[in-house]
């Protein structure tokens, strides 16, 4: 069964730093893309970076370029976000989501997700 | 304001249909497949329908996906309460020489 389990959320002072981890179990996590996907409070749904197969392309939105950093390590099955100069309206919950191919593009849709963790960002 | 525009609710009673649409531009929809995702209340989102109109394996025909130039609509039949949920389109927005994954705002579906 593929599963997802993201880890590291918590309660941080605006300014401050976050790493957070997926763990992935079920599939050969080396062979597919991930995205983080986040939530605020009683909002929709706003992706927030995006990684391919081997580490070697990612992508942000604008809301986090420059403040996040997407990683993966394939021999732990692990993705990560590394999130540094965290804002207010950072404050959401963070969806670790399995991609459908090695690469994002035409194709890539998220086929699997994790249940999420909490970030929030206040003094 | 999200890139790709949703109705924010609609409603309809068990047993009848409903359509949600999912309006874009040339840059997201109009060059790339669109998936929807299901997301029940305190849980998290989960996959319906990708590449506009494929369903996973598990959700019923009930489910179905189209896509016209820059638009795409998710429709449900024989409604259920248990389908009262968010509802979010997405897909790739290519414009301004950068790749970015785009939601639709989301439709909450009320089955009355």
């Known amino acids: 069964e593929v599963q997802l389990l993201e880890s590291g959320g918590g309660l941080v002072q605006p300014g401050g730093s976050l790493r957070l981890s997926c763990a992935a179990s079920?599939?050969?996590?080396?062979?597919?893309?991930m995205s983080w996907v986040r939530q605020a409070p009683g909002k929709g749904l706003e992706w927030v970076s995006a990684i391919s197969g081997s580490g070697g392309s990612t992508y942000y939105a604008d809301s986090v370029k420059g403040r996040f950093t997407i990683s993966r390590d394939n021999s732990k099955n692990t993705l990560y976000l590394q999130m540094n100069s965290l804002r207010a309206e950072d404050t959401a919950v963070y969806y670790c989501?399995?991609?459908?191919?090695?690469?994002?593009?035409?194709?890539?849709?998220?086929?699997?997700w994790g249940k999420g963790t909490t970030v929030t960002v206040s003094s | 304001q999200s890139v790709l525009t949703q109705p924010p609710s609609v409603s309809a009673a068990p047993g009848q249909k409903v359509t949600i649409s999912c309006s874009g531009s040339s840059s997201n929809i109009g060059n790339n497949y669109v998936s929807w995702y299901q997301q029940l209340p305190g849980t998290a989102p989960k996959l319906l329908i990708y590449?506009?109109?494929k369903r996973p394996s598990g959700i019923p025909d009930r489910f179905s996906g189209s896509k016209s130039g820059t638009s795409a609509t998710l429709g449900i039949t024989g409604l259920q309460t248990g389908d009262e949920a968010d509802y979010y389109c997405g897909t790739w927005d290519s414009s301004l020489s950068a790749l970015l994954w785009v939601f639709g705002g989301g439709t909450k579906l009320t089955v009355l």
């Open positions: 989501a399995k991609g459908s191919n090695y690469v994002v593009g035409e194709y890539y849709y998220m086929d699997v």
């Open positions: 590449e506009n109109n």
């Open positions: 079920g599939f050969t996590f080396s062979s597919y893309a």
